[in-house]
C-alpha cells in the first residue's frame, strides 16, 4: 500500500463504529439448557433446540436477560419496557437451524454513553446506539492452506457455542478522531471488557472469543476551509469481522485506512462487505458483500413472549453497578502511589486486577505490582500465555511477599518457592517447607560457614583489617554458595566483621 495509516488520517476524515459481541458466563445456553462451557469435545454440548430441530422450543434464559441488563445500565442505556426477540434469517454452516435469534427493532437496551480514556488521560464520549441480546453461533473451522476459509481444504463445525448468551454492542458513528481513531477504538473495546469482567458476566477472555469485536470503517473527504465535515457524507464501509485482541483491533483499523485511502486516491471504489483479519500478516481481505437489515428477513419470533423487566426489578439491578474502570484505576492509582508508567504498564498487561487482588490479600501495592509485572510477566512471556493465566493465584503471591517481609525467604529462595508453586507443589509456605528453602538464621550455623569461607580465602580477613570493608563481599558470597543461598546476608555481613574485628 502506498497509504500508510498517518497519510491515510491526514488526506481523509476515517468515521468508524464497533459492535462488540460478549458471551455470558451463564451456566446454560440462551435458549436451553445445554452447558455453557468453553473447551468441551466438539458437538457434545448440544440438543434439539440450540439445533433448531422441528418441534424444539426454545425459552428465555432469566440470568442472562439479567446480565444484559446490567451491562446496558453500565453503559448508560435506558431500558425497554417490553422488547421482543426476532428471527434473523441467513445461512452459513455454523447456523443450523437457517436463522438466528436476536433482537431487531425493539433491543433491551438502547441509546447510551460509555466514557473513555485515553492513555493520556483524554476522555471520549462513546455514543452508544443499542446493546441487544442474542445467541451465538457455531464455530467453523478451516483445515488446510493458511487456516482460514480462503484456499481451505474443508471445514468442520463444532455447534457447541451454537445457542450460547451474547449482547451484542452497538456504537453509533464515530467521527473526528483523526489520527488517534486506532486509539479511541482499542480503548473503547479494552473499556466494555474491564466493565463486563468487573460487572462477573464474562471473563473477557478475548482470545477464547468471549469478547469479539467487528470493526467498521469508512473515510470521506475532508471538509474544505469553511466547510462543515459532518454534513459530508460517510463513505462506503468495510466491516472487519471477529477481531479478538486490542492489539489487533488497532492493527485492523491501520491497514483498511490505508487500503481505502488507496482505492480513493485511485478514483476506484470501496466495496462494503465483511473482510477477514489476518493476524500474521496484518491485513484483511474481503468476505461477503454486506447484508443490509432487509436482507435478512427479520421478523418476531413466533414461538417467545416479550421481554418485560418491571421498574423495580430493573432499580434493583442498577444498586449492583460498579464503579465506572475509568474512575476506579484513578483512585486505585492515588491509594497505591503509582507513577503513570506504572498504571499504563499494569493496564497494558492486563494486571490491574491482579495486582488489585494481591494488594486485598495483605500485600504492599509496590511488593505487588513488582511481583506481578516483573517475574511473573517475565515466566508468562517465556511461556507465550497471559498472565492472567500462570497457575498462581494473587493469595499466594501476598502469602509469599509475607513470606519476604517475616525474613524466612530472600529474594532468590522467593523466586524458587514460587517455581515450586508454578510447577503445581502446593502454597508457598507447603513449597517452602518441602524444598527446605527458609533462611538460615541460627547464629552458630552462619558462623561455621563464615569461618569456613574464611579459612578458605584467609587474605580477606587482613584486607578487611586494613580497612577494606568491600572485601567482606567475597566471604558473604562464599557463605551464600555454602549455605545454598539460604543465609541471612545481613547476618553473615555482621559476623565477618566480628570475626575481622572491625565495624562499618
Request: a negative charge.
Amino acid at each position: 500500500m502506498s497509504y500508510t495509516y498517518e497519510s491515510a488520517t491526514r488526506d481523509f476524515d476515517p468515521v468508524f463504529g464497533i459492535e462488540v459481541h460478549v458471551e455470558l458466563n451463564t451456566k446454560t445456553k440462551m435458549f436451553c439448557g445445554c452447558a455453557n462451557e468453553f473447551g468441551a469435545e466438539p458437538n457434545t454440548q448440544v440438543c434439539p433446540v440450540c439445533l433448531g430441530l422441528p418441534g424444539a422450543m426454545p425459552v428465555p434464559n432469566q440470568k442472562a436477560i439479567e446480565s444484559a441488563i446490567r451491562l446496558g445500565l453500565s453503559l448508560g442505556c435506558s431500558i425497554r419496557e417490553s422488547s421482543r426477540f426476532a428471527r434473523k434469517n441467513y445461512f452459513y454452516p455454523d447456523l443450523s437451524k437457517d436463522y438466528q435469534i436476536s433482537q431487531f427493532d425493539e433491543p433491551t437496551c438502547y441509546e447510551g454513553e460509555l466514557e473513555v480514556v485515553l492513555d493520556d488521560g483524554t476522555a471520549v464520549m462513546i455514543g452508544i446506539e443499542r446493546a441487544h441480546i442474542e445467541e451465538d453461533a457455531g464455530k467453523n473451522t478451516h483445515k488446510g492452506g493458511s487456516g482460514g476459509i480462503q484456499g481451505a481444504d474443508y471445514s468442520l463445525v463444532d455447534y457447541n457455542r451454537g445457542g450460547v448468551p451474547l449482547v451484542e454492542i452497538v456504537t453509533h458513528p464515530i467521527e473526528g478522531m483523526g489520527n488517534r481513531t486506532a486509539e479511541v477504538a482499542r480503548a473503547y473495546v479494552a473499556t466494555i471488557r474491564d466493565i463486563v469482567k468487573a460487572l462477573g458476566i464474562s471473563d473477557g477472555r478475548m482470545e477464547q472469543g468471549s469478547v469479539r469485536a467487528d470493526v467498521n470503517l469508512s473515510l470521506r473527504a475532508k471538509a474544505a476551509d469553511g466547510e462543515d465535515q459532518s454534513a459530508i457524507e460517510f463513505g462506503k464501509r468495510s466491516e472487519t469481522k471477529n477481531v479478538n485482541s486490542l492489539r489487533a483491533i488497532e492493527n485492523a483499523i491501520h491497514h483498511e485506512a490505508g487500503r481505502q485511502a488507496d482505492l480513493l486516491s485511485a478514483g476506484k471504489p470501496v466495496v462494503q462487505e465483511t473482510r477477514h483479519w489476518h493476524e500474521d500478516t496484518k491485513s484483511t481481505t474481503p468476505g461477503r458483500s454486506k447484508e443490509q437489515a432487509e436482507d435478512y428477513r427479520y421478523f418476531p419470533e413466533p414461538d417467545m413472549l416479550p421481554v418485560q423487566p418491571s421498574r423495580e426489578w430493573v432499580e434493583e439491578l442498577r444498586a449492583t453497578i460498579p464503579e465506572h474502570p475509568a474512575k476506579m484505576r484513578k483512585r486505585l492509582q492515588a491509594d497505591w502511589g503509582f507513577a503513570d508508567m506504572e498504571m499504563r504498564d499494569a493496564i497494558n498487561a492486563d494486571a490491574l486486577d491482579l495486582i488489585a487482588d494481591t494488594v486485598a490479600a495483605g500485600a504492599k501495592p509496590q511488593a505487588a505490582r513488582k511481583w506481578w509485572m516483573g517475574e511473573l510477566a517475565r515466566i508468562a512471556n517465556e511461556r507465550d500465555v497471559a498472565i492472567a493465566t500462570l497457575p498462581v493465584t494473587p493469595q499466594d503471591i501476598a502469602e509469599l511477599q509475607g513470606l519476604v517481609e517475616a525474613g524466612t525467604l530472600n529474594d532468590k529462595l522467593a523466586r524458587q518457592a514460587l517455581e515450586g508453586v508454578l510447577a503445581g507443589e502446593g502454597s508457598p509456605k507447603a513449597v517452602v517447607e518441602s524444598r527446605g528453602l527458609e533462611i538460615v538464621s541460627d547464629d552458630s550455623a552462619l558462623e561455621a560457614a563464615v569461618d569456613e569461607a574464611l579459612a578458605a580465602q584467609p587474605d580477606v580477613l587482613a584486607k578487611l583489617q586494613d580497612g577494606k570493608i568491600q572485601a567482606a563481599g567475597a566471604i558473604v558470597g562464599a557463605v551464600m554458595k555454602i549455605t545454598r543461598g539460604q543465609a541471612d546476608a545481613g547476618r553473615v555481613r555482621e559476623i565477618i566483621l566480628q570475626r575481622a574485628g572491625v565495624s562499618e
